[in-house]
């Protein structure tokens, strides 16, 4: 999960540094992610459920974040 984390991130600060979008645009752009991990008994639903609590976690949080839940 640290490995996905970090990918995010590295995702979060190329948008955040985009100097063709930020032109194209005219305004800085930003993202927000959520992250987490598979479980024994998770299925599909849970795992969407879990992630989306993550990225509505993130936009809480001030936006142009990345939030974990495991």
Request: proline share 0%; glycine share 2%.
């Amino acid at each position: 999960i640290e490995d996905a984390q970090h990918f995010a991130l590295k995702i979060k600060q190329s948008i955040e540094s985009d100097a063709q979008l930020i032109l194209y645009t005219k305004k800085a752009v930003t993202a927000s992610f959520g992250v987490t991990c598979f479980k024994e008994d998770d299925d599909l639903d849970s795992i969407i459920t879990r992630v989306d609590s993550a990225l509505y976690a993130a936009k809480e949080s001030g936006k142009n974040q990345v939030s974990v839940k495991y």
